[in-house]
């Protein structure tokens, strides 16, 4: 298995910072490619990653795998959670990651990459043997099915849309909207 060391430079590249978050995260995603037996060298193609936090941990997952949120291999459920599950496309076999909380280092810790060494994976990481229920229109490819809402009319790809009262919309013509509209821009 792959040294998480190795990826620390890339790490502070993309993230900007070396915390916590990035190194457990760069443990949780080597750990998850070795469950599936899968080398971190090269380019995963049969990889799709659920990732349950939107915090630091995320960007060490882009980090080694490269897979970004416009490749749909990666779908985002924001529990607030520091765990990602690795799903083998090509097997369906599955593994969710999680970190134990109770091991934190104290607020002034001067040697982050030090103080996690002393820990093996078996100590902060905790592995569940998982099913994922994908659905169809949420795989990698072309989009399957693509509407126009009945309200906005603007289009809706990979069956994000629903019904309302018969006529299919979007989410936010539903009331699912975390905007509203100011006005005009002219
Ligand atoms: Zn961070
Ligand atoms: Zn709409």
Redesign the pocket.
């Known amino acids: 298995m792959s040294d998480w060391k190795e990826y620390l430079d890339r790490a502070l590249a993309y ?1 900007g ?1 070396i ?1 916590s ?2 190194i457990l995260g760069l443990r949780v995603v080597l750990k998850g490619l070795s469950l599936l037996g899968m080398d971190p060298k090269v380019p995963q193609r049969d990889l799709m990653l659920f990732i349950e936090t939107n915090r ?1 941990m995320a960007d060490a997952a882009f980090v080694i795998t490269g897979i970004t949120l416009g490749r749909r291999r990666l779908l985002m459920y924001n529990f607030g959670k520091a765990a990602i599950t690795f799903l083998d496309l090509n097997t369906d076999t599955a593994f969710r990651v999680s970190v134990n909380s109770h091991i934190r280092p104290s607020k002034t810790e001067p040697d982050l990459v030090a103080f996690w060494s002393r820990y093996l994976d078996d100590e902060i990481l905790t592995v569940q043997k998982v099913t994922v229920n994908l659905k169809p229109e949420d795989r990698p490819g072309r989009p399957q099915r693509r509407i126009a809402c009945s309200i906005c009319g603007e289009d809706v790809l990979d069956g994000r849309d629903v019904l309302l009262n018969g006529r299919e919309v979007c989410r936010s013509c539903a009331g699912e909207a975390y905007y509203r509209s100011a006005g005009t821009t002219e």
Request: glycine share 16%; hydrophobic share 0%.
């Open positions: 993230h910072h915390c978050g990035q630091c």
